[in-house]
């Protein structure tokens, strides 16, 4: 069995691909802001999954809507504590959502 080797330009990545922490960003941000989908505790939830590892890593419009999410959806206080936490970090990078929902939280 012969193998045909490959061009480099077959198997090099093109410039214009998105990464996979952008698209599931952009996939979350589409679910929640959807009027039909958007009010489904398990599409809230699958979308908070989505969002959590760019957030992590430190993505400052993630960072401030899974706070914002974690703050009116979460029922317990350590959830609440961590998206206030989040929107803290969102606000500090000067994300203007996440400073006006850190006034309505805490003011």
């Known amino acids: 069995m012969k193998f045909r080797s490959v061009s480099p330009a077959v198997t090099s990545t093109p410039c214009g691909v998105?990464?996979?922490?952008?698209?599931?960003?952009r996939v979350a941000e589409w679910l929640?802001?959807?009027?039909?989908l958007g009010t489904?505790?398990?599409?809230?939830?699958f979308a908070g999954?989505?969002?959590?590892?760019?957030?992590?890593?430190?993505?400052v419009a993630a960072q401030s809507r899974l706070g914002?999410?974690?703050c009116r959806e979460c029922g317990n206080a350590r959830d609440?504590?961590?998206g206030q936490d989040l929107l803290r970090q969102a606000a500090r990078?000067?994300?203007a959502r996440a400073q006006q929902a850190l006034t309505e939280i805490e003011g």
């Not at 998105?18 to 960003?25: L, Q």
């Not at 929640?32 to 039909?36: A, K």
């Not at 489904?40 to 939830?45: E, F, I, Q, R, T």
């Open 18 to 25: 998105t990464s996979p922490k952008r698209i599931s960003m």
């Open 40 to 45: 489904s505790p398990s599409v809230k939830h």
């Open 93 to 95: 990078a000067g994300d």
């Open 32 to 36: 929640l802001d959807s009027p039909r």
């Open 80 to 82: 609440r504590r961590i």
């Open 49 to 59: 999954r989505l969002l959590k590892q760019s957030a992590r890593d430190g993505v």
């Open 68 to 70: 914002q999410l974690m």
